[in-house]
């Protein structure tokens, strides 16, 4: 017999031939139901339905590729970004690093002690708390 599906708009149509699907096949209850379900996939699985799903396949990978040259550029971009700020980092400590000794070497030229160099030096850092961090040097309080 044919195996039925039901369609609201026209009702009931014919959708393949298949044995043991109709109701009176004389088989039983729990075979004919896996046999119009059988019929159902079948009539639902044509090659025009499979087509369309590689087709939506297709579209899918190639949506996916799109997003992961995006987001593999998006990663390199940061990458570069980040190298940049941390040569700038490095560029500004090294300065202020350069800037300290050169106060340093000041106070020594003016023939002040090391223990007279160090309270000075004391003074600045906690004068330039931003700069004294920046150049990795602990002020007291922080």
Not at 18 to 46: L, R, T, V
Not at 47 to 58: K, N, S
Not at 123 to 128: C, N, S, T, V
Request: hydrophobic share 40%.
């Amino acid at each position: 017999g044919d195996a039925l599906i039901h369609r609201e708009v026209v009702g009931y149509l014919p959708i393949c031939r298949i044995e043991g699907a109709h109701p009176e096949s004389g088989f039983d209850e729990d075979f004919q139901m896996e046999q119009q379900a059988n019929a159902e996939f079948i009539a639902a699985a044509s090659p025009a339905t499979v087509l369309a799903l590689l087709d939506e396949l297709e579209k899918m990978q190639a949506q996916s590729s799109k997003w992961c040259e995006a987001f593999h550029k998006a990663v390199s971009v940061g990458a570069r970004y980040e190298e940049r700020i941390a040569e700038l980092e490095a560029r500004e400590q090294k300065n202020l690093a350069e800037e300290r000794q050169r106060v340093i070497d000041g106070l020594c030229t003016i023939g002040e002690t090391a223990w007279e160099i160090e309270e000075y030096m004391k003074e600045w850092d906690a004068k330039h708390p931003h700069e004294a961090a920046t150049a990795g040097i602990g002020v007291k309080g922080e």
